[in-house]
């Protein structure tokens, strides 16, 4: 029986005990709710003073810069095959990509212009009639040349532009 009261009088000890600690880290960890942000600002998505901001970084302007990609003339894919699309092609890009640009184009021309003529020789006339279908041609060229050429996965190629579109 000696036993049983030491291992009753040891229960109210534990039960004291742990309903001091529960609040007593409540109280820790809800200053520190508070504290922390306080010490930190810029931690929990707060704005710092702008005395603290050292270096504020500067747009950077695009400047636009072009490159004379050729001319082209195909055979349309129409009924009557006396049809054909005569096209001329710059190419806009950005200044600073100048170099990277031209350079990756002038290696990889001949198959470019492989590719171009035969995915402008398997349109019809009514794909390339008017605003929307010059666009589209525009689109789906500089998607193309942009997959091809480069694999950062960002346009270099900022439009495709035709300086002459002729269907006769």
Known sequence: MA???EQTAEKPKK???????????????????????MLAPGLFGAKADESQVEEKLEPVEYTPAYMEFGETTVNLNSEKSNRF?????????????EKMVT????GRKASLQSWLLSYLSDQGLEETKG????????????DYLNSELFDDGYDHIRDVLFTEFSVQ
Do not use: H, M, Y
Request: hydrophobic share 45%; glycine share 14%.
């Open 3 to 5: 036993g049983n009261a």
């Open 15 to 37: 039960g004291l005990l742990s309903l001091l600690i529960w609040p007593v880290i409540g109280l820790v960890f809800g200053g520190a709710g508070f504290a922390v942000p």
């Open 85 to 97: 699309l005569r096209v001329n092609i710059t190419l806009e890009f950005d200044k600073l990509d």
């Open 103 to 106: 350079e990756t184009v002038e």
């Open 131 to 142: 605003r929307a279908g010059q666009n589209r041609l525009r689109r789906e060229i500089g």
